[in-house]
């Protein structure tokens, strides 16, 4: 199973996708965009969003199904519902183009334990979109989810 990279993605995109689904996340100021880990699933390559860590974190159920804790949450979170997919041409390695030693120290972190769970986070993923796909998710967590499908045909039509 191939380690999986942090990237940043293109502002543009974002801009793009915001247009048809307001559930896709905004990217932050230029000093701390939006990064997130890639993978790929039903033939295109995903962004998954994460957050740094935060007290909720911690006391958040390792069961919730559209979320993945890094190291318990003490190195905050992937948001699963939150995912986009995306062409390649809109990402950019992130950790070599951190300035900020703290920032990437954190991001290194995050980078290492995801890549030691890469095989649990792709099951948890797998599982969550076979939820979502097969219209098995509960409302209030469909309801905080992108809509995957539309933004897949809104991905193939930015090529």
């Known amino acids: 199973m191939k380690k999986l990279k942090l990237y940043f993605i293109d502002s543009k995109y974002i801009n793009y996708l915001r247009k048809y689904d307001k559930k896709v996340a905004y990217n932050k100021v230029p000093n701390r965009p939006y990064v997130g880990v ?4 039903n ?6 969003p994460l957050s740094s860590p935060k ?4 006391t958040m159920a390792n069961s919730v199904i559209d979320v993945f804790k890094i190291q318990e949450g003490k190195l905050g979170v992937i948001n ?3 995912m986009i997919p995306c062409p390649k041409e809109v990402l950019t390695e992130a950790i070599k183009n951190i300035n900020d030693v703290k920032y990437k120290k954190l991001l290194e972190n995050q980078l290492s334990y995801i890549n030691s769970k890469r095989e649990i986070l792709y099951k948890k993923v797998t599982y969550f ?3 979502y ?3 098995f998710l509960k409302k209030n967590i469909l309801d ?3 809509n995957f ?4 045909e809104k991905c193939l039509k930015y090529k």
């Not at 007290?55 to 911690?58: A, G, I, Q, R, T």
């Open 144 to 146: 905080r989810c992108c």
């Open 55 to 58: 007290p909720k974190h911690l």
């Open 43 to 48: 033939g295109f390559l995903y962004f998954a």
């Open 129 to 131: 979109q076979n939820k």
């Open 149 to 152: 499908n539309l933004l897949e």
């Open 133 to 135: 796909r097969g219209g």
């Open 38 to 41: 890639v993978y790929e699933y």
């Open 80 to 82: 699963l519902n939150n």
